[in-house]
């Protein structure tokens, strides 16, 4: 997830906070509990704190009692034949015992960094009725887009017949979603051989097309990949659009809103007289009291009288004073804009000027603040900027008065 950048600093990709209430993670979560799946385990590597914070018994999508249950499962470093996991099979591979302690006919593997809605018993009966080894949710996207996915070359009937792994020209637009069912039986075996096959689209999904029937589900809902700061403000930006197909309560995606020790229900959203705000998201024990425009504010955000904020994504307990501006902005959690100052200032053409350091990650106007920044008293800061996370900005000293488009401090 380090195309994330700062929001990843701390915090695995899928323990990033999203629409509100949630984390990433929640969506898959939700959709292993509302179709009816019972026994999860969980590989996390990076930065795993927040993400086992975040799980905690796994209470928040009933996975507790006698026949139910989630399980943390990271590398099992230091054993001889392990290391940390080199790919998504080889992360499988690790941890074949807990596939083996828990017996089924099938295995559903999937990512946790993704957004959408999927009843996954729907796709294990597609399975059955294929007789298939393997089975791969697919959807189509455009062409331009192929190069990042897995693409599966299919027949009439959804098998697939041929694999391209992210390919430069491809020839086809129906990509991998990174959802799979496997025959518990043949994935045993598959990852029984050759250790040097660390990854599934790599190395196991090819050999699987020669050995078994490997078919495509197809995927026409809600599907994104939130790995990019630009696909993860979109996605925010779809809650608020009632055409985007994006509906959390109506999917029945459930949170924890007592992570990390501070619950997240809180009391409602306060809107003092002469506010303003519209086509947004307010969560729980936010008070608004400016102007709050086409933005996503979790629980607990601040918005003092004459603050603007705009087309922004603004995280837990950020506060933004009086007369401050925040434009095309994600916002880490306790976050502190200064009275006046101005944070994603710049026309359409500042908006072009990418980030010096990560040209990638930042390109298209959007303003990083990390976690626990207090931004200083009417400083300005321009577009495609990154301020990381803890800069304090009482002493003067320390903070310029303006931060450049593509900045980085």
Aim: with cysteine.
């Amino acid at each position: 997830g380090s195309r994330l950048n700062i929001l990843v600093g701390h915090r695995a990709k899928p323990a990033v906070p999203f629409g509100g209430l949630y984390r990433i993670i929640d969506f898959s979560l939700s959709n292993v509990m509302n179709s009816g799946l019972t026994r999860v385990g969980v590989l996390t590597q990076y930065k795993p704190l927040s993400l086992m914070r975040h799980i905690q018994t796994g209470e928040a999508w009933d996975f507790t009692g006698r026949t139910r249950g989630i399980k943390i499962l990271p590398p099992r470093t230091g054993e001889k034949d392990s290391d940390w996991y080199k790919g998504t099979a080889d992360a499988i591979r690790q941890n074949i015992d807990f596939i083996r302690d828990n017996q089924s006919e099938q295995v559903v593997i999937l990512s946790g960094d993704h957004i959408y809605q999927m009843d996954f018993d729907d796709m294990i009966s597609y399975h059955r009725e294929k007789n298939a080894g393997v089975t791969i949710g697919m959807m189509v996207v455009p062409k331009s887009e192929i190069h990042q996915f897995g693409a599966g070359i299919v027949d009439d009937e959804n098998r697939i017949i041929d694999w391209e792994e992210k390919p430069k020209e491809p020839r086809t637009n129906l990509a991998s979603m990174g959802i799979y069912v496997f025959d518990t039986e043949y994935l045993l075996k598959a990852l029984s051989g050759d250790r040097e096959e660390i990854d599934f689209g790599m190395h196991i999904i090819p050999r699987a097309i020669e050995e078994k029937q490997v078919y495509a589900y197809p995927f026409y809902g809600y599907w994104r990949d939130v790995g990019t700061i630009q696909s993860y403000w979109d996605a925010n930006m779809d809650v608020l659009r009632a055409d985007s197909g994006i509906s959390p309560e109506e999917w029945g995606i459930r949170p924890n809103t007592e992570a990390d020790g501070r619950a997240m229900d809180r009391a409602p959203a306060r809107f003092v007289q002469g506010c303003t705000v519209q086509s947004s998201m307010i969560s729980a024990g936010s008070v608004i009291e400016g102007t709050v425009l086409n933005s996503v504010l979790s629980p607990g955000v601040i918005v003092r009288k004459g603050a603007v904020v705009r087309d922004s994504v603004i995280l837990e307990d950020a506060v933004i004073e009086a007369g401050a501006e925040v434009d095309l902005v994600v916002c880490d959690k306790r976050v502190h804009i200064g009275e006046g100052a101005v944070v994603g200032h710049g026309d359409e053409e500042a908006k072009k000027m990418s980030n010096q350091e990560y040209p990638t990650h930042l390109y298209s106007g959007i303003t990083l603040i990390g976690k626990e920044v207090l931004v200083p008293e009417k400083m300005r800061i321009g577009r495609n900027c990154i301020i990381r996370p803890g800069k304090k900005g009482r002493d003067e000293r320390v903070f310029p008065a303006e931060l450049k488009h593509g900045g980085i401090f």
